[in-house]
């Protein structure tokens, strides 16, 4: 296994696209540094960062042992996953037949999952307006997702049969499920898989990276909100 002696920085906020590379570092175990990219203060939009993330989106990690010991930076969840994979040749296996099926759930994730899971967060709980058309659109249409999701894994533990990158970026996007107005109850492999991954230690603490920072800026955005509300100078 190839060895990090230098600290992986890893740009990141703590959401489902973030909670992918956390979980990924933390069940590697190798040195990482967490710099965190505020979304809600608009930390994407900053030029050191778009440097290495140009679709200004995060996560972004940035290696300073890559190729040839130089230094690389690699923007977009799916893409940081397959080069950590590859350099510690841990959760993506090098079999043709093995890789192919992660990838399918990989990309399965990164081109259905994910967006549609985040429309429906959108839609369903931040749109300023409630619309029942895109509500009901990305509603359903996770509820299909969750529906292949569970066929998939009956009869396997994990979705390319042994545990892998694609469980790691599928597990964040089934967390808050029941904001995407979804029971995990109508779906029992999909249940068990969920269950199974959260008794991974290094998934739980995959998904506990920032949430102490978050919850803290969270408060502060409360009470900002209320004393505005009050007729009161923030402090």
Same mark, same amino acid.
Not at 4 to 9: D, F, G, L, S, V
Not at 10 to 15: D, N, R, V
Not at 149 to 164: Q, T
């Given at each position: 296994?190839?060895e /990090?002696? *230098?600290?992986?920085?890893?740009?990141?906020?703590?959401?489902?696209?973030?909670?992918?590379?956390?979980?990924?570092?933390?069940?590697?175990?190798? #040195?990482?540094?967490?710099?965190?990219?505020?979304?809600?203060?608009?930390?994407?939009? *900053?030029?050191?960062?778009?440097?290495?993330?140009?679709?200004? !989106?995060?996560?972004?990690?940035?290696? #300073?042992?890559?190729?040839?010991?130089?230094p690389?930076? $690699?923007?977009?969840?799916? +893409?940081?996953?397959?080069?950590?994979?590859?350099?510690?040749?841990?959760?993506?296996?090098?079999? @043709? !037949?093995?890789?192919?099926?992660?990838? @399918?759930?990989?990309?399965?994730? %990164?081109? &259905?999952?994910? #967006?549609?899971?985040?429309?429906?967060?959108?839609?369903? /709980?931040?749109? #300023?307006?409630?619309?029942?058309?895109?509500?009901?659109?990305?509603?359903n249409?996770?509820?299909?997702?969750? &529906? $292949?999701?569970?066929?998939?894994?009956?009869? !396997?533990?994990?979705?390319a049969?042994?545990?892998?990158?694609?469980?790691? +970026?599928?597990?964040?996007?089934? %967390?808050?499920?029941?904001?995407?107005? /979804?029971?995990?109850?109508?779906?029992p492999?999909? *249940? +068990?898989?969920?269950?199974?991954?959260k008794?991974?230690?290094?998934?739980?603490?995959?998904?506990a990276?920032?949430?102490?920072? !978050?919850?803290?800026?969270?408060?502060?955005?409360?009470?900002?909100?209320q004393?505005?509300?009050?007729? /009161?100078?923030?402090?």
């Amino acid at each position: 296994m190839t060895e /990090q002696t *230098k600290p992986i920085e890893l740009h990141y906020w703590p959401t489902p696209n973030g909670w992918k590379v956390s979980i990924m570092l933390e069940e590697l175990g190798v #040195p990482y540094e967490l710099k965190l990219v505020n979304i809600g203060a608009g930390d994407q939009f *900053k030029p050191d960062f778009l440097a290495i993330a140009p679709n200004n !989106r995060m996560p972004a990690i940035v290696d #300073p042992e890559g190729p040839g010991g130089e230094p690389i930076s $690699v923007f977009e969840s799916g +893409a940081i996953l397959q080069y950590l994979g590859r350099k510690f040749a841990r959760f993506y296996p090098s079999d @043709e !037949r093995a890789r192919v099926a992660v990838e @399918e759930w990989l990309f399965w994730q %990164v081109g &259905g999952l994910g #967006p549609m899971a985040g429309q429906a967060h959108h839609f369903r /709980q931040y749109a #300023p307006e409630k619309i029942a058309y895109g509500i009901d659109r990305y509603t359903n249409e996770v509820n299909r997702l969750y &529906g $292949v999701m569970n066929k998939r894994l009956s009869g !396997r533990d994990f979705l390319a049969g042994e545990y892998s990158i694609a469980d790691m +970026a599928s597990i964040g996007w089934i %967390v808050p499920h029941a904001n995407q107005g /979804q029971s995990l109850e109508d779906f029992p492999d999909l *249940k +068990a898989w969920f269950e199974r991954m959260k008794a991974r230690p290094a998934v739980e603490r995959g998904l506990a990276v920032g949430k102490e920072e !978050r919850e803290k800026l969270n408060l502060a955005a409360d009470k900002n909100a209320q004393s505005v509300l009050f007729g /009161q100078k923030a402090r």
